[in-house]
């Protein structure tokens, strides 16, 4: 269904035997390393779906995606490699103020029957599409967890019952998230993604966003403000559109090959446009 050497390439590993703990946290950090968290095709007017073959076709390109897309496309590899999936249904809590619980706009991925030294358990939690959230699987029990400057918590879910509840370090772009412990097919997503990619109430239609993990910290790209946060944080305003492009290249490996430079030029209309609208410029 998908092309899985292609896909590999992509973020540079190679499968070598069956399953295992580690090779799940080895493809976990080479994903979320190589394939950045990334909504640019609605604002280049490019509708997508949730079905997962697309998106794994859109990352072999050299593009990302969001949620659905990068843990739809990541779960399709791990059972392709052999790996036990499921998908359930989630939902991002953004401050105190917005209530907790599973309202679909999240997809969430667990996999299963992997112990090891420090999960006997052997379930784990692996999220692509959090987008400064996991840099590598977290074992699927109640605890504290560190990965570079962060400073994770899993824990049992209050909002919903027999599911989980994730703690974002409190320096997130988000709380925490919620999500429910039965598995469910990437249907369940649909009239969600449709919301979020055309809906003037969307996060990714009010604002153009590209996020990219590593071991240190994470880059974070909103409209035109792009932060690194790690033990510091740094912020810089670009003005330019060949600054803009040139970032997305340098810092996010995302070239746009896929993009003419007509799209290329209305896009930078849009967040130029969008940026003067935040700033007050306008």
């Known amino acids: 269904m998908i092309d899985v050497g292609a896909y590999l390439r992509r973020i540079g590993v190679r499968a070598e035997g ?8 080895l493809l976990h950090r080479a994903h979320v390393e190589s394939v950045p968290y990334e909504c640019l095709d609605i604002w280049l007017g490019r509708p997508t779906t949730v079905d997962p073959v697309e998106s794994a076709a859109r990352i072999t390109r050299g593009r990302g995606g969001y949620c659905y897309h990068l843990n739809g ?3 399709l590899l791990l ?3 052999g790996y036990r999936v499921a998908r359930h249904v989630g939902g991002s809590q953004y401050d105190a103020r917005s209530p907790a619980g599973a309202d679909g706009g999240h997809l969430v991925l ?3 029957g992997l112990p090891s030294a420090d999960n006997p358990g052997g379930g784990w939690m692996v999220d692509q599409g959090l987008g400064d959230g996991l840099h590598e699987p977290l074992p699927l029990a109640e605890g504290v967890y560190r990965q570079g400057p962060f400073t994770y918590g899993l824990r ?6 027999g599911g989980w509840r ?3 370090d409190p320096r997130g772009t988000f709380l925490g998230l919620d999500f429910r412990p039965e598995p469910v097919q990437m249907s369940a997503f649909a009239a969600m993604h449709e919301f979020l990619s055309t809906s003037p109430e969307s996060g990714f239609v009010r604002v153009a966003t590209v996020q990219r993990r590593d071991a ?12 690194r946060l790690g033990e510091r944080e740094h912020t810089m305003i670009l003005e330019t559109e060949r600054d803009y492009f040139e970032m997305l ?3 996010f490996a995302l070239s746009l090959d896929d993009v003419t430079p007509t799209e290329r030029a209305k896009l930078w209309r849009r967040l130029w446009t969008a940026h003067e609208q935040w700033s007050g410029l306008r």
């Open 156 to 161: 049992p879910s209050q909002a919903e019952p």
């Open 79 to 81: 059972e392709t490699l």
């Open 73 to 75: 496309a990541f779960a």
């Open 249 to 251: 290249a340098d810092v």
């Open 18 to 25: 069956p399953p295992s703990a580690e090779s799940l946290r």
């Open 216 to 227: 240190t910290g994470v880059d974070i790209v909103r409209g035109l403000v792009l932060t």
């Open 166 to 168: 994730f703690d974002h």
């Open 110 to 112: 667990t996999v299963t």
